[in-house]
T-cell receptor, first 111, second 113 residues
Framework: GESVGLHLPTLSVQEGDNSIINCAYS??????FIWYKQESGKGPQFIID?????DKRQGQRVTVLLNKTVKHLSLQIAATQPGDSAVYFC??????????FGAGTRLTVKP | NAGVMQNPRHLVRRRGQEARLRCSPM?????VYWYRQLPEEGLKFMVY????????ESGMPKERFSAEFPKEGPSILRIQQVVRGDSAAYFC???????????FGPGTRLTVT
């Protein structure tokens, strides 16, 4: 079946650096995308979303970029902090409202 | 406004027993989704329900698994005759509309011994 994939399963960055987490999605008809953060032992937490009629959206310290041409999604975290250490999932909403999640990228922030 | 509630948080069952997982969506949300997560893996969609209706159960095994979201009360994910392979974290999410973000509960960690 169709699935969302991630380029990097793990990412380690120094505190204060910027982080970029990438995601490739497979369905060109997907029209809504979400990034979630999941800390150990907890449920996924919404970070930021973007609809397919946009190519960039900014939040507090986070930016999501959408490139529909190559079906690529990225999450940029500015000035990464230890509290950002978690697994990050991208998700795409397929036609028919089915949401598909990627395998996740584990972000580790070194002090 | 309370978030999505799931109970129990941890559930231990012996092989062959039944597991019942409950999910109370956020107030005002009538769309509920169930996901399963194995350690170090992503979320796998199981079923999407609206009040009293199953909208999409394409991710749910045909046997032993069932889900409901009655008019009153929480959504229930039921696993009959559990096997060791059912051990996982089961997350419930709710949304006010299928086109909007899903809010996740803390999950139920099922262990089958």
């Amino acid at each position: 079946g169709e699935s969302v994939g991630l380029h990097l399963p793990t990412l380690s960055v120094q505190e204060g650096d910027n982080s970029i987490i990438n995601c490739a999605y497979s369905n060109s008809a997907s029209d809504y995308f979400i990034w979630y953060k999941q800390e150990s032992g907890k449920g996924p937490q919404f970070i930021i979303d973007i609809r397919s009629n946009m190519d960039k959206r900014q939040g507090q310290r986070v930016t999501v970029l959408l490139n529909k041409t190559v079906k690529h999604l990225s999450l940029q975290i500015a000035a990464t902090q230890p509290g950002d250490s978690a697994v990050y999932f991208c998700a795409e909403k397929l036609p028919g409202n089915d949401m598909r999640f990627g395998a996740g990228t584990r972000l580790t922030v070194k002090p | 406004n309370a978030g999505v509630m799931q109970n129990p948080r941890h559930l231990v069952r012996r092989r062959g027993q039944e597991a019942r997982l409950r999910c109370s969506p956020m107030k005002g949300h009538s769309h509920v989704y169930w996901y399963r997560q194995l350690p170090e893996e992503g979320l796998k969609f199981m079923v999407y329900l609206q009040k009293e209706n199953i909208i999409d159960e394409s991710g749910m095994p045909k046997e032993r698994f069932s889900a409901e979201f009655p008019k009153e009360g929480p959504s229930i994910l039921r696993i009959q005759q559990v096997v060791r392979g059912d051990s996982a974290a089961y997350f419930c999410a709710s949304s006010p509309d299928p086109g909007y973000e899903q809010y996740f509960g803390p999950g139920t960690r099922l262990t089958v011994t």
